[in-house]
């Protein structure tokens, strides 16, 4: 069982910017962030792989960052420009496909508001 903690979300005006951070109790292939708006389904954010790939949500390209340290076990998502439209709970994700295995957070609130 891996554990996933995140932190770094609160409320933000429009334009400012955020950092979350997620620790994780084991580094995983893949790490991501989700995230899941009122009445609306779970969507990817960004990933990144263990190589350092990266894949985002043609919503937040050029403005979202995505990066990991797998020697503190931690992901971090760099959030600027925000705008309303990114309210949502983000949740971190890490899986390892080869393995069949994908854990969550619990969840950390951003609000985008002015």
């Known amino acids: 069982q891996v554990q996933l903690v995140e932190s770094g979300g609160g409320l933000v005006q429009p334009g400012g910017s955020l950092r979350l951070s997620c620790a994780a109790s084991?580094?995983?292939?893949?790490m991501g962030w989700y995230r899941q708006a009122p009445e609306k389904q779970r969507e990817l954010v960004a990933a990144?792989?263990?190589?350092?790939?990266?894949n985002y949500a043609d919503s937040v390209k050029g403005r979202f960052t995505i990066s990991r340290d797998d020697v503190k076990g931690t992901v971090y998502l760099r959030m600027d420009s925000l705008k309303p439209e990114d309210t949502a709970v983000y949740f971190c994700n890490a899986e390892s496909p080869r393995y069949g295995k994908m854990y969550w957070g619990q969840g950390t609130q951003v609000t985008v508001s002015s």
């Open positions: 084991a580094s995983m292939d893949i």
């Open positions: 990144v792989t263990r190589g350092g790939s990266t």
